[in-house]
């Protein structure tokens, strides 16, 4: 299995900008989560799904951000618009109902660092 | 959630066995005690995960005591590549919703 991809694995972009993080979760897992990692917060859950549906945005910091899982092989998380405090690595991961997700092992991906000027 | 603390960092030389703690003294009678490493530029991976006594696997052991307030994951003879961040975490069974904080630093000396 190829893992839970994530892009860009980089990103540099001007304040003001959307910034768009894209993440393909393991295939045949149906629980997909977004996290945000930086020195101040660690790493903090942002938002999951279950099944392509959100369930529990409580961590999105706010309106500018943004995720959807229109289908159960894609994700994206969106930033709009971007400013410099949202400078982070930026984590997807999945799990799967058959008993991960319940003993807490998720499969993280290689996370997409931003950088917004 | 049950809150957790661990250390922020801590040094052993290459070779050691190194013994990392946690504390979750609010722990429930469904939660488990989980731990995953983080490699720098890398997503965190799950090591372990216990409920009490003792668990092991190929990469390290997890000490849980009676009272299960606290744990120990214990890394035998640790290389340089085992420097990594280590996350206690205490997962509520069926609750989707874990905290992973800041972790600790563990940096392996030659």
């Known amino acids: 299995d190829a893992g839970v991809i994530q892009s860009p694995r980089h990103e540099v972009t001007e304040m003001g900008q959307e910034v768009t993080l894209r993440c393909k979760p393991i295939s045949g897992h149906d629980y997909l989560f977004w996290y945000r990692q930086t020195m101040m917060r660690g790493l903090e859950l942002l938002i999951y799904f279950n099944n392509n549906v959100p369930i529990d945005d409580s961590g999105m910091p706010e309106d500018r951000f943004s995720a959807k899982m229109p289908n159960a092989s894609f994700s994206t998380l969106k930033i709009q618009p971007s400013e410099p405090r949202d400078s982070a690595v930026y984590f997807c991961?999945?799990?799967?109902?058959?008993?991960?997700?319940?003993?807490?092992?998720?499969?993280f991906g290689e996370g997409s660092r931003l950088t917004v000027l | 959630l049950a809150k957790t603390t661990q250390p922020i960092s801590m040094d052993s030389y290459e070779g050691q066995e190194v013994n990392i703690t946690c504390s979750h003294n609010?722990?429930?009678?469904?939660?488990?005690i989980t731990w995953y490493q983080q490699f720098p530029s890398q997503g965190p991976r799950f090591i372990i995960q216990g409920y009490k006594t003792k668990v092991t696997n190929e990469v390290a052991s997890l000490f849980i005591p009676a009272d299960r307030k606290s744990s120990t994951l214990s890394l035998p003879r640790v290389s340089l590549s085992d420097t990594a961040v280590y996350y206690c975490?205490?997962?509520?069974?069926?609750?989707?919703?874990?905290?992973f904080g800041k972790g600790n630093q563990v940096v392996v000396i030659p």
């Open positions: 975490l205490v997962v509520h069974y069926g609750n989707n919703r874990l905290a």
């Open positions: 609010n722990i429930a009678t469904n939660d488990y």
């Open positions: 991961a999945s799990s799967s109902l058959a008993g991960d997700v319940e003993t807490g092992e998720l499969f």
